[in-house]
């Protein structure tokens, strides 16, 4: 039962633009987000976060939008650059007795120069 | 900059030999995780803990098992290694919840 999706194995798309990636969920428990970042052969590095009370998030080049009722959200990267070339991988977590920290399928994204 | 270390980073082994790979963290983090991925695939959750004492298992089985007797150290163990346990494993730590988890290297395992 994969409780987090990323229907887009990967992603291409020209320098400077914007990348949009996107993930679901399935457990309504759900109530705190992350983005993450990857390299082959390396740890997982933090991008951004958001809380369920919030709806949209920003970093620098980065924003998270969380849409509860749909039980999505999506990073927005703006402008792509070349070296944001990686995997991502979005993760849920719910507070409670459970402290799972569950991963998304990952999208590999490509920024062609 | 995240203070957690895994070792080694890569490691051959035959089939049939015990290894522990070492997880350690600086940051007094009461939960710490186990991930397994394949390459090209996700993570899967195969071990955490809340703290010292407490372990569980998670949503992928492994015949792996892990201890968690000091805050900073998570160690996780394979009996006899088998090719099938061929991946990447990465531990991750973090303070609450609601926090984002900080990532080691992760250990590049090799069963032949």
């Known amino acids: 039962d994969q409780q987090v999706k990323q229907n887009s194995p990967s992603l291409s798309v020209q320098e400077g633009r914007i990348s949009i990636l996107n993930c679901d969920y399935t457990?309504?428990?759900?109530?705190?987000f992350l983005w993450y970042k990857k390299y082959p052969a390396e740890g997982p590095t933090f991008l951004i976060s958001i809380s369920s009370i919030k709806d949209k998030n920003e970093d620098g080049r980065f924003t998270v939008f969380l849409n509860k009722s749909a039980k999505h959200l999506s990073l927005h990267i703006v402008p792509s650059q070349p070296g944001d070339s990686a995997v991502y991988f979005c993760?849920?977590?719910?507070?409670?007795?459970?402290?799972?920290?569950?991963f998304g399928t990952g999208t590999l994204l490509a920024v062609q120069p | 900059e995240a203070d957690i270390y895994q070792t080694p980073r890569y490691l051959v082994i035959g089939t049939g030999k015990k290894i522990t790979l070492e997880c350690s963290q600086t940051?007094?983090?009461?939960?710490m995780y186990w991930y397994q991925q394949d390459p090209g695939m996700e993570l899967h959750l195969i071990h955490y803990s809340y703290g010292v004492n407490s372990t569980e298992k998670g949503d992928l089985s492994s015949e792996s098992t892990v201890s968690r007797i000091r805050t900073e150290h998570f160690p996780l163990t394979l009996e006899s290694a088998r090719p099938s346990h061929t991946s990447q494993y990465l531990c991750?730590?973090?303070?609450?919840?609601?926090?984002?988890?900080?990532f080691g290297q992760g250990t590049r395992l090799t069963v032949v």
């Open positions: 457990n309504s428990m759900f109530d705190y």
């Open positions: 940051m007094g983090h009461d939960k």
């Open positions: 991750a730590s973090r303070r609450y919840w609601n926090t984002e988890a900080f």
């Open positions: 993760a849920a977590s719910a507070g409670g007795a459970t402290n799972k920290l569950i």
